[in-house]
Structure formats: C-alpha cells, structure tokens
C-alpha cells in the first residue's frame, strides 16, 4: 500500500533497492531480508544482466520463491563486482510490512502484507493499514503522534520466527 511518495527517500545511488522483511539499520548490509514488496530498478544494461543471472539462478533451485533466490544470491561477487550493481535495502521506517514497521506514521510511504499467510488474512490487514493511515490523516497534527498501526491482527508472524 502506498501511503506517500516513495521516490524522495530512494538512494541516489542505488541501481537495485528493495524492501525488507528485517533491516539492519544498514543500507548497504547483505544480511538484511529482501522482499519484493516494494523494488526500484535502474534501467542500466548492468541492472538487465543482473535480472537474467537472478532468472538463471531461479532455474538452479525449483521450486523457490524468487525472493528467496534472491537472498542466495545478493552476495555473489559476480553482482557487485563484475556488473557493478549496487543493492540498496530500504528502511522499514519508510518502506515496512507486518514483519517490520515504522512507528511514525509521518514517515512511512509503503507498506506491504509480508510475514502474512492466507489471503482472507492479507485483505483484512490491508483494510486495518488503510484505516489506520486514515485516521491518521484525520488527526490533527499536533496529536499525530498518538496514532499507531493496529497490524498485525490476522496475519501471522510466522516467517519471523523461522
């Protein structure tokens, strides 16, 4: 769900920068967990060829999600080095999900329906996200401060526990 502008709190030199299930606190920190949620892609001969190795790698494990792929791969030196793309991890603050959220709702710009299983769950927070945000909205701002996420309610937070 997008909630404002995303693009002013992009990094300026990121080619690939992609949401997180959890972030480190560090853009630059492999260790953090993609999610698809919410991508920004350059458009760079660079950043096509790094889709094609990410497809090819998808083809080398069957059966997984791309996401997951993905986090096999985000460390391959062939990234970084030879087509030199750099992966940027966007903040939860800005870009969250029910796994990981910004607290200030005056920062937040997406959040996604990650960590939740079942989609009777996902619309069902998903329509919490979007009353929440509006009765943020409603708030006057000096009280903004006092509105928080009522999420996660249906979904499950499984996946973290993993």
């Known amino acids: 769900m997008w909630f404002r502008n995303p693009l002013p709190h992009l990094y300026a030199d990121g080619d690939f920068q992609i949401a997180c ?3 480190t606190g560090d853009p630059d920190d492999l260790s953090n967990s993609p999610n698809g949620g919410f991508t920004y892609v350059r458009s760079t001969a660079a950043t096509a060829e790094f889709y094609r190795f990410w497809y090819a790698a998808r083809e080398s494990h069957p059966g997984m999600h791309d996401q997951d792929v993905l986090n096999l791969i985000k ?3 062939y990234i970084a080095h ?4 750099r992966i ?3 903040g939860t603050e800005e870009f969250g999900g029910i796994c990981e959220h910004g607290r200030d709702l005056s920062r937040v710009c997406t959040m996604h329906s ?3 299983i079942g989609l009777r769950r996902k619309i069902d927070d998903l329509r919490l996200m979007l009353r929440d945000w509006r009765r943020f909205m409603a708030t006057p701002m000096r009280d903004r401060r ?3 996420w009522s999420v996660p309610r249906n979904c499950s ?3 973290l526990e993993r």
């Open 21 to 23: 299930d959890h972030f």
């Open 75 to 77: 460390g391959d030196p």
């Open 82 to 85: 030879e087509l030199g793309v």
């Open 88 to 90: 940027r991890f966007l």
């Open 114 to 116: 990650n960590c939740c």
């Open 146 to 148: 006092s509105v928080t």
């Open 157 to 159: 937070l499984k996946k």
